[in-house]
């Protein structure tokens, strides 16, 4: 095995761009650049001037049809009694309740249009989630925005992610070592924290043949932002293909070195030098002829 180290850049966990909805004036703005969005505060209003005067608009024009509806009520009740006196006529009567039921449609619909404007209004304050912190900001007090135009662009970073890009054999052991509990090391700060997968793209970069995946750091951070580097210590097979076998099994003729197989078939082998792991007498080997698990004779020194 052999130890490779990976490293990335820690960034928001989330980030959105929030959009104005309706084109506007912008009024006011309540954070900048780093600043963290308050509980019950927006990032910003447009002017609500002229949807203050539509409301009113609305307003005056129901209560005109509400007078309306009163009169047209009475002219109702009047041609029901004269109807039933033979004074008056069914075609009159009908009219009357024509009139009565278009100027109630007519209310109904203006309520709907006042709740309308209502909902517009409320949505001129671009809100932002609480607690995030702002990365960009695009807008100024005074300045004309088109609906649809982007306003801020935020983030959360009360958890941090940090991406990796890795070949399947460096993926297999993360998730051997995942098992056990990711540590991860910030070598800036000089901090070892824990650290969980939390993203893994089902796709792979068709150029380095590597999948992408993300880490979360959550807990133990000194400081909350991006831009800070994580080393992540991945132990995989050794890519030369080499194999540990003892030492006695190793033949040198000349300059040469030779394994003999139980039947005596004998493979001709690289010698890598002595293994510096814990197996003592035992040396590394490669040949595209063996692999771990293959048995051979081992002779006496």
Known sequence: MQREIQSGFTR??????????QAGRIISVNADIG?????????ACLDDTYLDLE????EAERKALKVDKAYFRKEVARYSKLLKKNSSTQSQMD????????TQTQIEALIIAAEILKERKERLCIEAPA?????????????????GEPV????????????????????????????AGLIVYLPELKEELPARIIRISPAFDEQSRKIHLELELSTGLPAYRGGLRVDLALDIPM????????????QQRYE??????????EISVVYLGRSNGPQKGWVRVVSPEIKPGDRFQVFDE
């Open 256 to 265: 040469q070195y030779w394994l003999k197989r139980p039947d005596g078939n």
């Open 152 to 179: 801020v662009e935020i983030g959360d970073y009360s958890r941090l992610v940090a991406p990796f890009a890795l070949s399947v054999v460096e993926y297999q052991a993360l998730q051997t070592q995942a098992e």
């Open 239 to 250: 890519r030369s293909g080499a194999v540990l076998i003892p030492e006695r099994a190793l």
């Open 95 to 102: 009219t009357a309740q024509r009139n009565l039921d278009k």
């Open 12 to 21: 928001a966990h989330s980030k959105l761009t929030l959009s104005a909805e």
């Open 55 to 58: 409301l009113r608009a609305n």
């Open 131 to 147: 607690g995030w912190r702002v990365i960009a900001r695009h807008v100024e007090p005074g300045k004309w925005v088109s609906a």
């Open 35 to 43: 600043d963290r969005i308050e509980e019950g505060v927006p990032f």
